[in-house]
């Protein structure tokens, strides 16, 4: 679908569309829910309400209005696990002084929970995951492996300081990221979510760009790797090597759980923040004196070979 106004839509695959309003306003908005990935119903709405909060903030956007989504089996589950859940959410929303301002349940035999998002953002002042340059590096300002801990989890081989690890990720808003950002030339912007760190890589390569990733910086959660040398890797991580592996090369001395890791699907994982080499120091710099200290640059824009991830 076109038209004038539409910036970003579903043509392209970003975090969220863009619509212009005025020469000086566009709109932002997203829409994501899922099921329960954790066991604390709180837990679980905060991790929900940060996840659908990130594509705004990826887009270099400021949420201001969210609506709840909500599938719930009412006759099975009891009320007061749908109340933790719409209170983990409150939060997080307040958290990010985002305005709840309605919504819509249904009864459902799985339950689901998310949040559909507005945000605002200057027409000439969006980002997507397209636009990185030769020479950019690359940001990423969350550790790796939500997925494969919470697979463990399930499995009940988790333990409870690394399911505490994942948690804390999970819930941690991408708002400070994109405000430091803000300050800077970025060129381009994602989140990793579940198409995984070699996933969204790729959906930020161009036709005329490759990305060196520095596989040695990209941060991992404690106990991730052991549980994926377990066999405890969701069943996501594969679809995304199947989808994704024909555009990575090398790697060939990486050990199989280390690629695990690098396909995890994620929920509510960091921003991929790519900017110029002479600003990524600086971003890296001001990133870890708000509190994102997992923030690293794992990755280099590079004009050979193209359309490839190369592992390093």
Do not use: W
């Not at 975090?15 to 932002?28: H, M, Q, R, T």
């Not at 829409?31 to 990826?58: C, E, K, M, R, W």
């Not at 090369?249 to 995890?264: A, C, F, I, Q």
């Amino acid at each position: 679908m076109s038209h004038p106004n539409l910036l970003v839509g579903i043509e392209h695959p970003d975090d969220a569309g863009v619509y212009k309003v005025s020469d000086d306003l566009a709109l932002v908005q997203t829409v994501d829910f899922f099921t329960p990935i954790v066991d604390d119903p709180y837990a679980f709405g905060q991790i929900a309400a940060a996840n659908a909060l990130s594509d705004i903030y990826a887009m270099g956007a400021t949420p201001i209005t969210a609506m709840n989504l909500v599938a719930f089996p009412i006759q099975s589950m009891g009320i007061e696990v749908l109340r933790g859940i719409l209170r983990g959410g409150l939060d997080t929303m307040r958290e990010a002084e985002v305005v709840l301002i309605g919504g819509h349940s249904i009864e459902d035999d799985e339950l689901k929970y998310g949040l559909a998002v507005t945000g605002l953002v200057h027409p000439d002042a969006f980002l997507t995951n397209t636009g990185a340059q030769v020479g950019d590096r690359i940001i990423l300002t969350k550790p790796l492996g939500t997925g494969i801990i919470n697979t463990a989890q399930k499995g009940g081989m988790a333990s409870a300081e690394a399911v505490q690890g994942a948690v804390e990720v999970m819930t941690a808003l991408n708002r400070k990221a994109a405000e430091v950002m803000r300050g800077f030339g970025v060129h381009a912007c994602t989140d990793v979510t579940g198409f995984g760190l070699l996933g969204h890589l790729s959906e930020m390569i161009g036709d005329e760009i490759g990305i060196k990733v520095f596989v040695d910086t990209v941060p991992i959660l404690p106990g991730t790797e052991e549980y994926a040398g377990m066999g405890l890797v969701p069943g996501g991580a594969h679809r995304n090597r199947e989808f994704y592996g024909p555009k990575v090369e090398g790697g060939e001395d990486l050990s199989p759980t280390l690629l695990d890791v690098l396909y995890d699907p994620q929920t509510s994982g960091g921003l991929l923040i790519a900017v110029a080499e002479a600003d990524a120091e600086g971003i890296l710099r001001f990133l870890q004196e708000v509190g994102i200290k997992a923030a690293r640059i794992i990755a280099e824009v590079v004009a050979t070979p193209q359309d490839r991830l190369v592992l390093a």
